[in-house]
T-cell receptor, first 113, second 111 residues
Framework: EAGVAQSPRYKIIEKRQSVAFWCNPI?????LYWYQQILGQGPKLLIQ????????DSQLPKDRFSAERLKGVDSTLKIQPAKLEDSAVYLC???????????FGPGTRLTVL | GQNIDQPTEMTATEGAIVQINCTYQ??????LFWYQQHAGEAPTFLSY????GLEEKGRFSSFLSRSKGYSYLLLKELQMKDSASYLC????????????FGSGTRLQVQP
């Protein structure tokens, strides 16, 4: 089966610019997660969707970050405006309702200059 | 709150055994996960423990003690390709299902 797809793989922007990331989860996976991984740290959850509803966005900086999963499949994560401290790898993961394992995509490496 | 501690770095020799420890303090507990992450790549699932005891899967084993808030990942017959970061993660709530990760242990396997 195809894995979690993410694009772009790399993005370089200047601070105060906007950026968007896209994720396509494994087919049939109801739950989708966005994590932020800063260099040298473990992934930190930003937002969790189940189908097209938000389960947890308590750690999402809502003044600049937004995410949607309109049809319960693909998802986009947006940062507007970006700050230097947003430089990180943004990982998308998905899981089925029955399984415990989360499958991660390759991530998008964002550099904010 | 959630707090997960694991050593930052470890070094071991090819063919040897290494144990990577993880301690956690979380407001709830519904499973402990270990993931492997090679540099520049996505984390990949290694193991899952929800009950006390040892889970063995090939060269990798994972142990959990819920009363002590403690887990370890045991890697046997180390190979050079095992050089990677090993992430300990806790799921606090079955409803949320999201994971809280430690900072990871970077393992360097030497010849």
């Amino acid at each position: 089966e195809a894995g979690v797809a993410q694009s772009p793989r790399y993005k370089i922007i200047e601070k105060r610019q906007s950026v968007a990331f896209w994720c396509n989860p494994i087919s049939g996976h109801a739950t989708l997660y966005w994590y932020q991984q800063i260099l040298g740290q473990g992934p930190k959850l930003l937002i969790q969707f189940q189908n097209n509803g938000v389960v947890d966005d308590s750690q999402l900086p809502k003044d600049r970050f937004s995410a949607e999963r309109l049809k319960g499949v693909d998802s986009t994560l947006k940062i507007q405006p970006a700050k230097l401290e947003d430089s990180a790898v943004y990982l998308c993961a998905s899981s089925s309702l029955r399984a415990d394992e989360q499958f991660f995509g390759p991530g998008t490496r964002l550099t904010v200059l | 709150g959630q707090n997960i501690d694991q050593p930052t770095e470890m070094t071991a020799t090819e063919g040897a055994i290494v144990q990577i420890n993880c301690t956690y303090q979380t407001s709830g507990f519904n499973g402990l996960f270990w993931y492997q992450q090679h540099a520049g790549e996505a984390p990949t699932f290694l193991s899952y423990n929800v009950l006390d005891g040892l889970e063995e899967k090939g060269r990798f084993s994972s142990f959990l003690s819920r009363s002590k808030g403690y887990s370890y990942l045991l890697l046997k017959e180390l190979q050079m390709k095992d050089s990677a970061s090993y992430l300990c993660a806790v799921r606090a709530d079955t409803g949320r299902r999201a994971l809280t990760f430690g900072s990871g242990t970077r393992l360097q396997v030497q010849p």
